[in-house]
Each structure stands twice: as structure tokens, then as C-alpha cells.
Nanobody, 119 residues
Framework: QVQLVESGGGLVQAGGSLRLSCAAS????????MGWRRQAPGKQRELVAQ???????TYIDSVKGRFTISRDNRKNIVYLQMNSLKPEDTAVYYC?????????????WGQGTQVTVSS
């Protein structure tokens, strides 16, 4: 089992920055990819960014050049640095970790942290 605890959300004006953190505990040795998804009111949850254990990153087009995902494998923490925030970035952000469980990959989720960007 993997437990994830997020921090760093809040209210910020458009153009501002926030950094989200997500600390993993438990069976962290089994973690493969980590990342962030978000869900805005009335919309489906979407992948924002993810990072492999080797450091390969993926972003959705709308955040490229503004968001940076990074990972500290020793501390089992994944970060999302969000710059030049826009009102459309407003959502609940969920950290996830994909880990090996009984020879299969399973997704674990954090509780979510609210990010609100005012115009």
C-alpha cells in the first residue's frame, strides 16, 4: 500500500505561482510513475503532468512552459511548480502514484488540494 499526502494549494491571482508537494509513504519501493491530475467543477479529471522513476516527464499542452514536475526519489516526494497561473487552472489537484502490487500496476491517490486562480 502507498499513502499520499498533498500540500501547497491555495488562492492566487492570475499570473501568480504555487508549488504543490506530495509525499509518499508505505511501500514506496514499488512506485513507478508519479504525477498530478486535476478536476474542475463539471469536468472530467485530467492528467496534468507525470514523471517516471527515471525522470521522464509528460505534460498536457495547456500547461507546457508554465508547470514543471519534479521528483525526489530519496524522499519520495513529487512536486508541481505552477507559474503564470490562469483562472482555467482552477481545480482540485490530485497526486497519484502508480505502483506494483502483486505483479500488477495499481494507482494510488491523494486526498486532493484546491487551487483557485482569481482573475
Amino acid at each position: 500500500q502507498v499513502q499520499l499526502v498533498e500540500s501547497g494549494g491555495g488562492l492566487v491571482q492570475a499570473g501568480g505561482s504555487l508549488r504543490l508537494s506530495c509525499a509518499a509513504s508505505g511501500s514506496t519501493f514499488s512506485i513507478n510513475n508519479m504525477g498530478w491530475r486535476r478536476q474542475a467543477p463539471g469536468k472530467q479529471r485530467e492528467l496534468v503532468a507525470q514523471i517516471s522513476i527515471g525522470g521522464t516527464t509528460t505534460y498536457i499542452d495547456s500547461v507546457k512552459g508554465r508547470f514543471t514536475i519534479s521528483r525526489d526519489n530519496r524522499k519520495n516526494i513529487v512536486y508541481l511548480q505552477m507559474n503564470s497561473l490562469k483562472p482555467e487552472d482552477t481545480a482540485v489537484y490530485y497526486c497519484f502514484a502508480r505502483a506494483w502490487v502483486d505483479r500488477e500496476l495499481a494507482d494510488y491517490w491523494g486526498q486532493g488540494t484546491q487551487v483557485t486562480v482569481s482573475s
